[in-house]
């Protein structure tokens, strides 16, 4: 069955600095990959995903993330964090042809950005 | 408004009983999802229906019961035999068919089992 980390579970950082919150999978095959959001007392909601093509993806709010299929990691960035970017993030895969394109979550990552 | 409804919104059971938590949505979709969410643990998937009238089980099934009889609804039952009932209970729902697709998540039930 496939996995899936995140490497830091809180990350507290002042507004205006880059953010990269780390996620890597195990799984043989080919998967499709999400970064999800959720804001204090908001849905979850997609920030991105990758199905194919470019490895370099842009989602909403300015985040980006690369697949390194190499490295089953699929980090997520931001070059400069605002206050509102205070949320939880998860990372989550999909083996691609899987019954039900059943989602594997991982732990969830807590930013919290100080003004 | 298109989307995704669960309710109630918090919902408190005392232990040994069961409780149904609801889940709505008119996006049309077919593939409905329930997951779990627990502290430092993301979400874990109980059960999820790609179509009316099916269901499979996911990777924490134990305890949990589902019903798919109409195609914008997908409620679970949590029943007295789950052990460690009490967490964040989110719904979702995808597009479905056999390409992926991105799932779009319902605000959520926090049930605690007193």
């Known amino acids: 069955a496939q996995s899936v980390s995140q490497h830091n579970h809180h990350v507290i950082l002042s507004e205006a600095a880059s953010l990269e919150l780390g996620c890597n999978y195990s799984?043989?095959?080919?998967?499709?990959l999400f970064w999800y959001v959720q804001y204090p007392g908001q849905h979850l909601q997609l920030l991105l995903k990758?199905?194919?093509?470019?490895?370099l993806v842009k989602g909403i709010k300015g985040f980006e993330a690369e697949f390194i299929k190499s490295k089953f990691s699929f980090n997520l960035r931001k070059p400069s964090v605002q206050w509102s970017d205070t949320a939880e993030y998860f990372c989550a895969v999909s083996p691609i042809g899987a019954a039900g394109n059943k989602l594997t979550f991982g732990g969830g990552t807590r930013v919290l950005v100080k003004p | 408004d298109g989307g995704i409804t669960q309710s109630p919104k918090y919902l408190f059971r005392k232990e040994g009983q069961n409780v149904t938590l609801s889940c709505e949505q008119n996006?049309?979709?077919?593939?409905m999802y329930w997951y779990r969410q627990d502290p430092g643990q993301g979400l874990r998937l109980i059960y999820y229906?790609?179509?009316?009238?099916?269901?499979q089980k996911g990777d924490i099934a134990e305890g949990y019961s589902v019903s798919r009889e109409k195609k914008e609804s997908f409620p679970l039952t949590v029943t007295s035999a789950q052990k460690n009932p009490t967490a964040f209970y989110l719904c979702?729902?995808?597009?479905?068919?056999?390409?992926?697709?991105?799932?779009?998540f319902g605000p959520g039930t926090r049930l605690t089992v007193l």
């Open positions: 979702a729902s995808s597009p479905g068919g056999a390409r992926a697709d991105t799932q779009y």
């Open positions: 990758y199905f194919s093509g470019d490895p």
């Open positions: 996006l049309n979709h077919d593939a």
């Open positions: 229906s790609q179509i009316v009238n099916d269901f």
């Open positions: 799984y043989g095959g080919t998967v499709n």
